[in-house]
């Protein structure tokens, strides 16, 4: 398993019984943690299938909302299922939107993935007026994010190169110092970190194990990038492990890592 493999976003359907539903609970807690006024403007960086836009949409009354991905698909979802909101297919590294016209810049799950997440941070803090804010979340894979951490654990038990693909070990900025330490520069005053925990409560395996056959994000592409048989065998050793209780559910802990700051006048 020599190869490198990209991950797959393409599929708003598909990508939903995966994460979505647990995203948009995280959602929730980030958005109250925001505690902002109702009537802003805001910017969704990464927006995805619209988990976090909706979710300002339902509890902001904003102004107004853009949600911007590279994901064509994951755009088209967006527009289809969170109305009121604007979605565009676009590059977090070379927003294309006005300096000082948005009154809060956020980003759910995406920060990891964006190659060089200090451009992101600086196009959302161009974006966002003086005094207001940035804020992102990320999921602390290498800890409480359980339901992705028990995959790949099971899965580098059976294949100890997989370790190279575990977003555990791909993505350090999923850590508290390193998240404070990415928001705290030139741009943004008062920046604060905390964790965020939701439950995730499967009714049966199949519910667990099915949105990795997806084929969205990291866990799901290298699930679907096995054999039959290694994809069999992979399965197993999770339904092994995982704790489940004598109705058969399986409830597990989502951690999200959530971060702010504001920004500065003057920049």
């Known amino acids: 398993m020599s190869e490198k493999r990209k ?32 009537g802003l403007s805001w910017l969704d960086v990464g927006c995805g299938t619209g988990a976090l836009s909706q979710t300002i949409m339902e509890r902001c009354a904003p102004k107004e909302v853009l949600g911007i991905d590279p994901s064509a698909g994951f755009v088209e979802y967006a527009k289809a299922h969170v109305p009121g909101a604007t979605f565009a297919v676009g590059d977090a590294r070379s927003l294309e939107i006005e300096p000082r016209s948005v009154d809060a810049a956020v980003c759910g799950l995406v920060l990891n993935f ?42 580098v038990e059976l294949d100890p190169e997989a370790a190279t693909l575990d977003e555990g070990r791909r993505f350090p900025l999923c850590q508290p110092a390193a998240l404070e330490a990415l928001f705290t520069g030139p741009n ?63 409830s597990l802990i989502a951690r999200a890592w959530a971060v702010r700051g504001l920004r500065r006048a003057g920049k």
């Open 114 to 155: 964006v190659p060089e997440p200090d451009l992101a941070l600086d196009q959302m803090a161009r974006a966002v007026r003086p005094g207001g804010q940035v804020g992102a979340y990320v999921w602390d894979y290498a800890g409480k994010m359980e339901l992705m951490r028990h995959f790949w654990d099971a899965a």
């Open 188 to 250: 943004l005053r008062w920046v604060k970190v905390q964790p965020i925990d939701v439950p995730t409560r499967f009714r049966d395996f199949d519910d667990y194990w099915s949105p990795f056959l997806g084929g969205q994000g990291p866990a799901p592409t290298y699930a679907m990038s096995l054999s039959d048989k290694r994809r069999d065998q992979l399965r197993d050793r999770l339904r092994e492990r995982l704790p489940t209780g004598p109705d058969g559910s399986i």
């Open 7 to 38: 991950d797959v976003w393409a599929v708003g359907e598909k990508y939903e019984p995966y994460v979505g539903r647990w995203s948009r609970l995280v959602a929730k807690e980030f958005v109250d943690w925001l505690a902002l006024p109702k």
